[in-house]
Every structure is written in C-alpha cells, then in structure tokens.
C-alpha cells in the first residue's frame, strides 16, 4: 500500500509538471478540445440566464441528494482509496494503477476548480447568480462536475485498457452517462448555470486526460 501511495505522488508530480507545459505541449487536437469547449462555455454563459428559465430550479430530494454525495471530492477522495487498497489486496495492477490515475488527476483538478472559484466568484442560481471576481464564496466552477468527469476518464481509460471491444464501450457509457447524471443535477438543483458545468466538465476532461498519458509513460 506504501508503494501504491509513493506512485501515486511520483505520478501527481508529474502531471502538474505536465500541466504546466500543457499550453506548449497540445498538439492540433488538444487546442481543438480547448476552442470548443471554450465556446461551449462562453455561449453557455452569454445565455445563462435563459438557460436558466428553461431547466428550473428545484428541491433536493432523497435520489438528488445521494447524487451530489456520490459525484463530489470527497467521494472521489473514497473511491481513489479503494482502488488502491483493492489493488493492493487483490495483487492488480491495472486497479493501482486507476486508483493513482483518480488521485493525481483529483488533486490537480481540485485546485484547478478552486482556482477558478476564486477567480469567477459567482453566485449560486437560488442565490442570484451575480457574478463577482476574486472572492472566496464563489461558484463559477462546477467541482462536481469537475471530479465526476476525471472519474468517467480515469474509470474509461484505466479500468476499460485491457477490457474486449463491448465491454469497454459499455463501461465508457456508463460511466459517462453517471457523469451526465451528476453534471445535470448541479442545474436542477439551481447550484450551477450551464456554463459553470461545462467548465467543470473541461477541467475534469482535460486533467485526466494528461494524468492518464503521464501514467503511460511512467
């Protein structure tokens, strides 16, 4: 378990290194991903507030509630754990390897997430959803969706490598389908604008998909 913990520091190191060169490193299809998603959020939030009218805004329930508990860090946190300690017990590899993977991309992506919070200080939909800048109380950036998009890549990429053809795509549906659900129920439940999920949903995309590369290379 020792070890696993040490790889996933070594692997978390080199992914925010990796993210550091990112801008210099992207290649023709990652700055395709980053024009798209940067339009998909910027038209996203020039039309917040009618997209707003259209989704609603909602009471929690018990189903929305297990949702948000489920689809946040601290879950995240829980599932990189018993990926390592399942690893660890069951003597594979391929688990160890997801559950450093989830961690390196999690804590990069965490406080990509938080940064972005700082920054675009906005209100939450109940709340207004007056958007402000530099401040400590914002949401501007969906965390949810953040780490449940990093969790979908990781458990696509990771646990999905050595899978046959239909079983992978039935795991990569999956998983992306429950990160569909999760990014959905931060709108209907008024805590985010469309805007603030995408930009999650790009941040949690995009870390992964480098921790996922450095881990190939480790």
Not at 18 to 44: N, Y
Not at 73 to 102: D, F, K, N, P, Q
Not at 200 to 217: D, H, S, W
Request: include cysteine; proline fraction near 2%.
């Amino acid at each position: 378990m020792l070890l696993a913990l040490l790889a996933l520091l070594a692997l978390l190191r080199r992914t925010a290194r990796a993210l550091v060169r990112a801008p210099r490193e992207l290649g023709a299809r990652g700055w395709l991903f980053v024009v798209i998603w940067s339009a998909a959020v910027a038209g996203a939030y020039v039309e917040k507030r009618p997209i707003e009218a259209l989704t609603g805004i909602h009471e929690p329930s018990l189903a929305t509630s297990i949702i948000t508990a489920l689809g946040g860090g601290a879950a995240t946190a829980i599932y990189v754990l018993a990926l390592l300690a399942t690893g660890h017990l069951c003597r594979s590899e391929r688990l160890t390897r997801a559950g450093s993977v989830l961690g390196a991309a999690g804590a990069c992506g965490y406080l990509l997430a938080l940064t972005g919070q700082f920054v675009l200080a906005e209100a939450r939909p109940i709340n207004g959803g007056a958007l402000h800048f530099f401040a400590l109380d914002g949401h501007g950036v969906s965390g949810h969706a953040a780490a449940v998009s990093l969790l979908a890549v990781t458990i696509s990429s990771m646990l999905g490598r050595d899978l046959g053809k239909g079983k992978r795509r039935m795991l990569t549906v999956g998983a992306f389908a429950w990160a569909a659900v999760v990014a959905g129920s931060r709108i209907y439940l008024g805590m985010h604008f469309v805007w603030n999920v995408l930009f999650g949903i790009g941040i949690g995309v995009g870390v992964a998909a480098v921790a996922v590369k450095e881990e190939g290379k480790g």
